[in-house]
Every structure is written in structure tokens, then in C-alpha cells.
T-cell receptor
């Protein structure tokens, strides 16, 4: 499985934008880039995913580098409820039905200050 | 609210015992995966079931086994419990390869 690298921790102030980086230099052309987050005492929660183009949804934006070797999750205005562990994950786009296998790394612990 | 319910929420077992954890999913999510999350670590993939058959497995011994039922609910069974099996066990369901829905997990403590 292709590996991702994320900073161990980041801090932000409430109401400010947050940019969470992820490096995935060994990404293959058929890998989706997924972001999940895990709030304290909860299961992981889907945030966003993308393949080549930048993506926006109600929770966040995903900016993907042109060479796809890195991506950035953007929270436009951090709130206290965004404090969580954020995981950047690659999963294959093609190949059967075994897409349930998500390979989680250590993730980035995001602390949001009031 | 993900529509994925796991039971029980907490469980304490003795080393050597067997345990069954349960997961019920939203209708139509025909793929279910199980993960083990040790304290301070990211979740680790145990296995996946698709249409009642195992079709993917992580690096876990055979004493970890599962079932998926026609209504897409699922069980994770662990035999001969070891102290290192103490963890949060997560169930996730999928309708496609783009989004997984996780339950709140079952916290298993082996003493």
C-alpha cells in the first residue's frame, strides 16, 4: 500500500483557516485520496476525497498537487468541534470490491484554541 | 449519525475467553469492514465482508473471524483472547469505494 506522511500535530485558533498537509510521493495513478477525522471517543468520520481535481464539500476543501504527490485538507474556519485526529488515506480506485481496506497512519492531531 | 450501530459499547473479558462483537448497518450497505484501534494508534484493518463472504484480510491471526448476515449485519469473533487484544473495535460499512461509515466502536478490555 502507498504510504502517507502527515505532521504529528497542528494548532489553530478558532475562526481561522487550517491547512493540514499530507505527502504521498508513492501514490499510483489509480489511488483516491481520502480524508477522515476522528473526534474523541468516536469512530472515524468521512471528510472528503478526491482523485486529481480540487474538491469542495460542506465540511472542507481538498487541494491536490498537480503531480498528486501531496494534498492539503483545508478547513475554512476552524471551530472547537473540529478538534480531532485527521487521517490522510490512499485507496485504490480500481480492482474488485475490496475497497473497505483503509490503511490509517498516525494522523495529525488538530488542536483548536478558543 | 452514521446509521452504524455497534454493541456492546464496552466489554471486559478474561484472557483465554472468547468474545463476539456486533454491528448493524444501514440498508443497502453490502460491504462491512472491521478495524482494531489500540490506544494512541490509527485503526488497523482486520477484514472485510462483501455479500456474506470474506474478501480481504489484514495481518490478523485466524482466531479473529467474522460473519455477515443477509440483512448485512455483522459479527466479529475473537477466540483465545490475549491481553494485547484490548482495543477499540470499529465496524465500517460501505456502499461504494468513496465513503465509509463507521460505528462508535466497542471498547474491549482483556484482563
Amino acid at each position: 500500500d502507498a504510504k502517507t506522511t502527515q505532521p504529528n500535530s497542528m494548532e489553530s485558533n478558532e475562526e481561522e483557516p487550517v491547512h493540514l498537509p499530507c505527502n504521498h510521493s508513492t501514490i499510483s495513478g489509480t489511488d483516491y485520496i481520502h480524508w477522515y477525522r476522528q473526534l474523541p471517543s468516536q469512530g472515524p468520520e468521512y471528510v472528503i476525497h478526491g482523485l486529481t481535481s480540487n474538491v469542495n464539500n460542506r465540511m472542507a476543501s481538498l487541494a491536490i498537487a498537480e503531480d498528486r504527490k501531496s494534498s492539503t485538507l483545508i478547513l475554512h474556519r476552524a471551530t472547537l468541534r473540529d478538534a480531532a485526529v485527521y487521517y490522510c488515506i490512499l485507496s485504490p480506485r480500481v480492482g474488485g470490491t475490496s475497497y473497505g481496506k483503509l490503511t490509517f497512519g498516525q494522523g495529525t492531531i488538530l488542536t483548536v484554541h478558543p | 449519525e452514521t446509521g452504524v450501530t455497534q454493541s456492546p459499547t464496552h466489554l471486559i473479558k478474561t484472557r483465554g475467553q472468547q468474545v463476539t462483537l456486533r454491528c448493524s448497518s444501514q440498508s443497502g450497505h453490502n460491504t462491512v469492514s472491521w478495524y482494531q484501534q489500540a490506544l494512541g494508534q490509527g485503526p488497523q484493518f482486520i477484514f472485510q465482508y462483501y455479500r456474506e463472504e470474506e474478501n480481504g484480510r489484514g495481518n490478523f491471526p485466524p482466531r479473529f473471524s467474522g460473519l455477515q448476515f443477509p440483512n448485512y449485519s455483522s459479527e466479529l469473533n475473537v477466540n483465545a483472547l490475549e491481553l494485547d487484544d484490548s482495543a477499540l473495535y470499529l465496524c465500517a460499512t460501505h456502499l461504494s469505494r468513496t465513503e465509509a461509515f463507521f460505528g462508535q466502536g466497542t471498547r474491549l478490555t482483556v484482563v
